[in-house]
Structures are given as C-alpha cells and as structure tokens.
C-alpha cells in the first residue's frame, strides 16, 4: 500500500484521523487494542480492504465532489457522495456517514481530503457483524430455554462445549427444555435431572444423543434444506427433513418427529435451530430399551410361572440352556397351580418338585417338559387352526382346538385352555395354560 501510494497517480485519498481509527478500534471489541492486532492473513486481509476503500484512482479536489457513487481502488465497491446541505458527507456500507473534516491537502501524486470516521465496505461489516455473533454455545448460554441443553453438553464431559465453541461451521438442532423433560419423564424414576446420567455408560450414550443434533462442515440455513433431505450427524446416523405447510420437521429413529419452533438463529460459527423434541438415533433407542427377555428369563419374571421354571431345574436334562438358545421356540407354560394339580394327581409320594429325584423321575419330568415344547417355530395363536396338530420336542403330538378360545390337547380326557397367549421372547413365544398337558409315554409310566 505505501508503494502504491508513492507512485505516480493521481490518488485522491479520503485519510481518516486518529480518533476515527480509534472508534474503529473501539467497535471492533477488546481483541483490537491497536492496529498491531490486525496480525492474521485474514485480518491483514480486511484492513487492506479498508484502506483501498478510501482511494480513489483520480483527483478529486473539494470543488469537483457532486452528490453520487464513486468507485474506489476497492473492486466492485463504491462510496457515496451525499448533498447535506452546503457540504457533502461520505457514505459507506454502514448506515453512519463521515464528516469531511479538511480538503486539498495537496499532494505530488493526488489530493487527500481528512474524514472523522474510517469507511466501511460490505467485507468489513461482515467481519464486525461476525466479530458481534455469538458462537452456538454462548447463543444457548444466553437462551432460557435451552439451559438444559447447555446442562446436558456439560454433563456428557467429551468436550462438546469446546467443539461447539470452535470454528465450525455447525448446524445444531437445539432442544428446548421442555423437550429434556419430556426424555428425563420417557426414561422413568431414575432419570429426575440430566445429572443422573453421571456412570461413564450414562454419559457415552448422553454424548451419542447430543451428536446426533449436531451437523459439522456446514450451516444449514432452512432455506437450505429441502422435503425427503437426509442428513447425516456428527453421531452417524442420518435425520431426515420433512417440510409441511412450511413448517420445518425433523425425524429421528423413533415415530415421533421434532418440529422447528424457531429456526434460523444465526451463530458465528454456525446456526441454530430451535426443536420442541429430543432427536434419538437408534443407538440411543437400543441402549435406552430393555433387551427383550428370552423364555426362560420371561418365566422367570412371571411370579405364576415359577413352578415350571423349577422343573426345567429339577429336570437336569439342561433344558434352561436350550431354552434360553437361539429358537425359535413355542412353549405352553403350565401355570403353578396347574403344577399343582398335576402333583395332587400323582399322590401322596409326590408333594413337590424336588420329589422327582432320582434319574429315572429326572427323564420322566424332562420328557414331560418337552411335551410343552415347539422347536423351529414361533406359533402365534392367530397362526393356530382348529383342531392343528402340533408336534412337541417329546415326540407326541398335541392339537390346537379353537371352539371356545384357544384350547390344547394332549393325550388325557381334559384339554388345557391358554389363559395368556401370544408372550413374546426373544427367541420364542410362551402360551400360559392352566394343565401340565401329558403325552401317553408319561400316563403309561405314571399310572
């Protein structure tokens, strides 16, 4: 620039004085204390253009200046020449004009005229209004309504705070707190507050979630983003843009989708869109959902099924491990008084479970559970014909009658009636009955 402004010309300078550069300096925040701060190639970059903003490639002395655009050694930017009156003021891409405070300040190569106030082409209010901006998390700092999405970069302690804080540019769909406590609610008593989510496990799956509202390497303005889009996250999995009425709406894994309450909120480095619901990606649902329980675990859990699960035991023929297996299973389940009754039947020398001890009982009991027993199939009762036959693991059939309900029979004179059909495992399915069905190799061994 000072070669430039030796050379030959004719230059007409608007030169702003100390107190305008000072102003400058004073706009731009505490990071620019002196010109010495302009010290990136970006910084040096813009305050290159400032200065070509106030050359002009010809003279003008004070009694050429007429009200218009002038172009400037700046390419493809002008200044204004405003009428005020008896003089002229200097309008820039800022809405505050500058005073001509002194004219003809001669010059060998030009003319240079003193301003109050340092012009401002559009890539210099763009730089001040980014330096203004708020990055995301200081936007989310500065929003009641998303404290617990601050609470929640916090708690997951992966340093989200800092990436969110970095350059960027990111776009994030930003819960509102209404929509955190709708999850914490969702995931029932031991989730009262995001700090419950406090054991290394809790908060991987607390930063799995927060990714999944997180989209690097650009930001996403509505007007960018188009019905059917799919987006991939930080966290992996994609989230799907749905636009009705022209309303923004984000789906997630579940059957529920987010809507944008507030979109658009520009960040320095990025944007923001406000949501009404917590994204969850289908790992976040995995870890949050219960595995499904297996036949043995499921009859184990059901307080009126002990009584089989203690002769799969007392059986010792590892029907527990086989029934715990891949399957796919059909089990009809005796309830305990069924087993009940069946040990009633049986007599005096029968009063439990435990009293089928030696190996001949254990085999006995063994082929009597396996009676109860559908291997390669999961037959749902709406898969059940009148009068089906049904083989068993044992070897016998049994047959589906559906007169009246849903009724099996074995080989003695009284059906069982399925009381709790269709109890799906996940390697199987469980029908409860109220008799312990009973194949003719056991009515011949025990009678």
Excluded at 44 to 65: A, G, N
Excluded at 159 to 171: D, M, S
Excluded at 297 to 302: I, K, M, P, V
Aim: charged letters at 20%.
């Amino acid at each position: 620039m000072v070669a430039t402004l030796n050379s030959d010309g004719p230059f007409t300078v608007f030169a702003p004085t100390d107190d305008a550069f000072v102003a400058l300096l004073d706009l731009l925040g505490d990071d620019y204390n002196s010109l010495d701060d302009f010290d990136t190639m970006e910084e040096m970059s813009l305050l290159k253009d400032i200065l070509l903003f106030h050359v002009i490639t010809s003279e003008v002395k004070s009694t050429d200046l007429s009200a218009g655009e002038v172009p400037t050694a700046l390419p493809n930017n002008s200044i204004e020449i405003i009428s005020s009156g008896d003089i002229f003021v200097i309008g820039d891409a800022s809405s505050t004009d500058a005073n001509i405070t002194g004219v003809d300040i001669m010059a060998s190569n030009g003319v240079a005229h003193t301003i109050d106030k340092v012009l401002l082409p559009q890539s210099a209010i763009d730089f001040v209004t980014q330096l203004q901006m708020k990055t995301i998390v200081e936007t989310a700092v500065d929003t009641d309504d998303l404290s617990l999405l601050v609470d929640a970069l916090i708690q997951a302690d992966a340093g989200l705070v800092e990436t969110l804080n970095g350059n960027g540019p990111f776009t994030v769909f930003a819960p509102t707190n209404t929509a955190f406590a709708a999850l914490l609610d969702t995931l029932g008593d031991d989730y009262n507050s995001l700090s419950d989510f406090d054991t290394e496990e809790e908060k991987d799956l607390l930063v799995t979630i927060l990714t999944y509202h997180v989209v690097a390497g650009t930001a996403a303005f509505s007007t960018n983003l188009s019905d059917g889009q799919e987006i991939e996250t930080f966290q992996g999995e994609n989230v799907t843009v749905i636009i009705k009425d022209g309303t923004v709406h984000i789906s997630d894994a579940t059957d529920e989708n987010a809507t944008v309450v507030i979109p658009d909120v520009e960040a320095s480095n990025g944007v923001v869109h406000v949501i009404d619901k917590v994204l969850l990606p289908q790992a976040a649902l995995d870890a949050l959902t219960p595995p499904t329980p297996n036949i043995v675990e499921a009859a184990q859990a059901t307080e009126s099924l002990s009584a089989p699960v203690s002769a799969l035991i007392q059986s010792d023929a590892g029907l527990v491990t086989t029934l715990s297996g891949e399957g796919p299973f059909t089990v009809f389940a005796p309830t305990n008084e069924a087993f009940t009754n069946f040990l009633n039947d049986l007599g005096p020398n029968y009063n439990s479970l435990s009293d089928f001890d030696t190996e001949e009982e254990k085999t006995l009991l063994a082929k009597l559970l396996t009676y109860h027993v559908v291997s390669g199939a999961a037959v749902a009762s709406t898969d059940l014909s009148d009068h089906q036959e049904i083989a068993t693991v044992q070897g016998e059939s049994l047959f589906a009658i559906l007169s009246h309900g849903v009724q099996i029979r074995d080989k003695s004179h009284v059906d069982a009636n399925v009381t709790t059909p269709d109890v799906m495992t996940s390697n199987g399915i469980v029908h409860i009955i109220d008799k312990v069905l009973l194949p003719q190799e056991i009515i011949d061994a025990l009678h």
